[in-house]
């Protein structure tokens, strides 16, 4: 089975093509189960002062979730995914956990994309790199990722290793705070979002790399496949050599979801 569990549309704000749209690319392609995984509102800062561009309004969530039904009803050959990919803000777990309570989700992707009020991801920001120790930074970054998979919240983490986008990398071995992450992410029956996005960005690798996925496969955590499509040709982009990579770390199966529980199914 090949699928695509990380996809988003035009209402995010910095992606584009309508979940129609994705849903013809994927038909076009051959997956026959996908998901949408959309950018949740910045539900921790106050609606006037959020970034128009980084995720869905409060009032685009319910037309998003309308949007993913009606694509179901429209092609019952496919299985479609409705989740949401969430970021993880410390303090926040109690308003994220209600909202989250309320929506009809298959799954929740938890995503560290903000070190307190930075947007470590966002090209824009950059500079902000040379602030920090790079070592120091890992440290600071594998904290939240813990903080995120112990919190409950969330049935997948994303893309575990995104602190390494544009390439900035600590000088000494990080195979202790890999693998501590991975024993937190082990202790609350996580999987790891394998994102095939980092080849599209200066890191130039998998998210997360190869020495993480071996780590993962030695704690028998189970992975879900994404390419973090943000246009429909990207649909399904590098997930082959993801796979490639899985197999020859060991893995055979990849996780599902409805209803947020969790199913197992044979690799493409
Ligand atoms: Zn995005
Ligand atoms: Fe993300
Ligand atoms: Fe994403």
Known sequence: MILDY????????????????????????????????????????PAEQREPDFALSDEELPIYIAEVQQVRKDNPDLSIKLGIEADFIPGYEQELKQILRLLPLDYVLGSVHFLDSWAFDDPGKIEEYNKYDIHDLYQLYFQYVQLAASSGLFDI???????????????NSIENLYRQTIEVIKENNLCVDVNAAGWRYPCAELYPSPDFLKLCFEYDIPITLGSDAHKPEQVGEGLDRAIMILKEIGYRQVATFTGR??????LG
């Open 6 to 45: 990380h996809i988003h549309t035009f209402r995010c704000g910095h992606a584009v093509g309508t979940v129609a749209e994705y849903v013809a690319e994927a038909r076009r392609k051959g997956f026959l189960e996908f998901g949408f995984s959309e950018h949740l509102p910045l539900y921790w800062i």
């Open 157 to 171: 983490i994303s893309h575990p290793d995104l602190i390494k986008k544009f390439g900035f990398r600590p000088n």
């Open 261 to 266: 529980q969790r199913f197992m199914m044979e």
